[in-house]
């Protein structure tokens, strides 16, 4: 059986929503940030050395990372499902992606975090993540084109993942104007996977109505 260990609001949710589109069963097990500081509990570092969410048990084995989580599910229980055609032309551009959104694309992201937590806001710094994450999310909005998913008219994996790095930009005030990406978001968020994963794993902040 597997167990996800699954911390609130984090991107631990994406991987609970993977779940619920693939129909597999798991145990959930949820913690809590601290109200003040954000941080995920004591019993998260005792779990895993990163001290992170998402971590995965599957019959004892722990793995942590969203995106090796999610590239480990769908090669063992995906069954073909949420992804592309392995041998078709559109496999390079699926792993891209996934792998966009834990690195890359989350980035600017996460030095305009830490210039807010350390009161550099609008510093040169903060004012170059500002410019490359409107960067990431130009390229998701080129990716997207006139298409419903990155994957043109197939759901994927990577819809879940990227959908983490508009979230975010929107929850550090530099979501942009980009209709493209929310009319993407709107669709994402009708899935009845994804009210499933809230329903099981929890009041979501970063999914605002948009």
């Given at each position: ?9 984090s ?57 090796a ?12 499902r ?7 032309p559109?496999h ?68 879940i ?50």
């Amino acid at each position: 059986m597997l167990t996800l260990h699954h911390l609130n609001n984090s991107r631990s949710q994406k991987i609970v929503w993977l779940l619920e589109e693939l129909e597999q069963p798991y145990e959930l097990v949820n913690y809590q940030r601290d109200p003040v500081t954000l941080m995920g509990p004591p019993a998260l570092k005792a779990l895993h050395p990163l001290g992170k969410s998402p971590v995965l048990d599957d019959d004892g084995k722990l793995l942590s990372e969203s995106g090796a989580i999610t590239q480990y599910l769908l090669a063992r229980y995906g069954g073909g499902r949420l992804a592309p055609d392995p041998e078709g032309p559109d496999h390079l551009r699926f792993l891209e992606c996934l792998y966009f959104a834990v690195s890359a694309g989350m980035n600017p992201i996460m030095i305009k975090v830490y210039a807010s937590a350390f009161k550099l806001s609008g510093s040169a710094m903060d004012v170059a993540a500002t410019a490359e994450l409107e960067c990431a999310l130009n390229y998701i909005e080129t990716l997207l084109g006139q298409d419903d998913w990155l994957m043109g008219d197939l759901f994927t994996a990577s819809d879940i993942q990227m959908s983490f790095i508009p979230e975010l930009a929107r929850a550090v005030g530099a979501a942009g104007d980009h209709p493209v990406i929310e009319a993407w978001q709107r669709r994402l968020y009708a899935r009845p996977g994804f009210h499933r994963a809230i329903a099981r794993g929890g009041a979501y902040a970063y999914a605002e109505p948009v």
